[in-house]
Every structure is written in C-alpha cells, then in structure tokens.
C-alpha cells in the first residue's frame, strides 16, 4: 500500500510565482521543502525542481516542468477548501479568481450555506465551502 498520496501540480514557468501567490492567500500556508533548478539545469535557474507545501492539513507537491506540455490544469481536479467563515468563502474567492474566472459565483447550491468555484490565474481550480 502506498504511504501517501498528494496533489501534483506541474507548471510551466510560473511555479514560484504561483507558490508565493499561494502562500500569500491562505493564512499559515508555509514551504516545507524546496529544491531550484540552478545554471546549466534542464530549466530556467529559479525555477522550482521540486517543492513541497502545505495549505492548512494538505501537503502538495510541485515542479516547473523544463518539458513543454500541450496541456495544463482543468476544473476537473480542483482543491475544495473548507473555510472557517463565510467572509472567507468570499475574500478568498476574490483573491483567488483575480486574473482567473469565476466558475461558479457565490450562492448556496443547497450542498453548503455558501459556496464558490474559481480557477486562479495559473489555471488551478479552488471550490470554496462554508457549511
């Protein structure tokens, strides 16, 4: 049985902006480890290797692919946040949809009190609950 499981994000180029982006947005949000492509390296020097970080209780891991890809992130993987409050769900939503689009605007669905999709401007999805 595998020991663990977590998200993979693998960006092309804009790796630490997205985690600076990330780590500025959510509270408590911290690097656990983080490795950089250096001179002469198969990517640009900077550019994430290989990072982990945690947003509340997930850990996520994530790389700057120095391979060009023909695709990116979809809203059919997403990150569903449990917020503390409702002014949250929508400060949060705000923030995270800012250079993105909204998928789905704040409202009750009836699944939660207060709910919103958004993918930010990197192309990762976020639903954020309150319930």
């Not at 993979?8 to 408590?28: C, H, I, K, R, T």
């Not at 923030?95 to 409202?107: D, F, N, S, T, Y």
Request: glycine share 12%; with cysteine; hydrophobic share 40%.
């Amino acid at each position: 049985m595998p020991a663990t499981v977590l998200p993979f994000l693998m960006f092309q180029g804009d790796g630490a902006e997205a985690l600076e982006f990330y780590l500025s947005v959510f509270p408590g949000a911290a690097i656990e480890q983080i490795e950089r492509y250096g001179e002469g390296g198969n990517a640009p020097a900077g550019s994430i290797k290989l990072a982990r970080f945690r947003i509340g209780e997930q850990t996520v891991m994530c790389t700057d692919s120095p391979v060009k890809h023909a695709f990116t992130f979809t809203p059919s993987f997403s990150f569903f946040v449990e917020c503390d409050s409702q002014d949250d769900v929508g400060r949060l939503g705000e923030i995270l949809k800012q250079g993105g689009a909204e998928l789905m605007p704040v409202g009750n669905y009836g699944f939660s009190t207060l709910f919103t999709w958004v993918s930010d401007r990197f192309g990762v999805s976020w639903q954020l609950n309150y319930a």
